[in-house]
């Protein structure tokens, strides 16, 4: 158990639909990052937050969105959606302090979305 | 921006054989991941490199970077069917977002 829990574990939901997802990081842990993991893109960044700030973004569409809380825990909009976008979404967390090559994330156990 | 090129795609192992997995980019390492994933299931970390030349082992799993940090292996001693999973290297990139490779799925025959 990585100490990084994601809600729900698993979604259906049909075309043109809007649904969040969220993340609670591992205890201590200032950052959170999403990935999106797809047969055929693999496992893609989509966003990093710093301690309720946007810190980096990836290869996000202009329909998902994220925020992080004051409470650091996370949440992922995905919003007008298509059946492309079926596919599992990491949440993932790091101490956000020592920054660099060596800081370690830890992942969720992903929330599955299967857009009908 | 950097791709990392994994291999095999995928392999398949008698219970109690050695394995290994390769992970090459065209351009130097700064932070080199490897995370297990059970099929459909989150990743665990296993191992970060960062040196060239490190090498790290964790029970029967040893991961090592080569002297000009760009490439990578992973080996499994005596694999078990516990070893089944996808591997997955992943390079840390500027903004601290991970960036990975495609992957290797490992099935290890009892």
């Known amino acids: 158990d990585s100490g990084v829990t994601q809600t729900p574990k698993h979604l259906i939901t049909a075309t043109g639909q809007r649904v969040t997802l969220r993340c609670s990081p591992r205890s201590g842990d200032l950052s959170v990052y999403w990935y999106q993991q797809s047969l055929d893109q693999g496992l893609q960044f989509l966003i990093q937050?710093?301690?309720?700030?946007?810190?980096a973004k990836g290869n996000i569409l202009e329909r998902f969105s994220a925020q992080q809380f004051p409470d650091l825990h996370s949440e992922l909009n995905l919003s007008s959606l298509e059946l492309g976008d079926s596919a599992l979404y990491f949440c993932?967390?790091?101490?956000?302090?020592?920054?660099?090559?060596?800081?370690?994330?830890?992942f969720g156990p992903g929330t599955r979305l299967l857009v009908l | 921006s950097q791709e990392l090129e994994q291999s095999p795609q995928s392999l398949i192992v008698q219970e109690g054989k050695n394995l290994t997995i390769n992970c090459t980019s065209s351009?130097?390492?700064?932070?080199l991941y490897w995370y297990k994933q059970k099929y459909g299931e989150g990743l665990i970390f296993l191992m970060m490199?960062?040196?060239?030349?490190e090498e790290k082992s964790h029970e029967k799993i040893t991961a090592k970077l080569d002297e000009k940090k760009q490439q990578s292996s992973l080996h499994i001693t005596a694999s078990q069917p516990s070893h089944a999973g996808i591997y997955l290297c992943g390079e840390k990139a500027a903004g601290n977002k991970l960036t990975f490779g495609g992957g290797t799925r490992v099935l290890v025959k009892p």
């Open positions: 937050y710093y301690n309720g700030e946007e810190r």
């Open positions: 993932a967390s790091s101490d956000g302090t020592s920054g660099g090559a060596s800081e370690t994330q830890y």
């Open positions: 351009k130097t390492l700064y932070g």
């Open positions: 490199l960062q040196k060239g030349g």
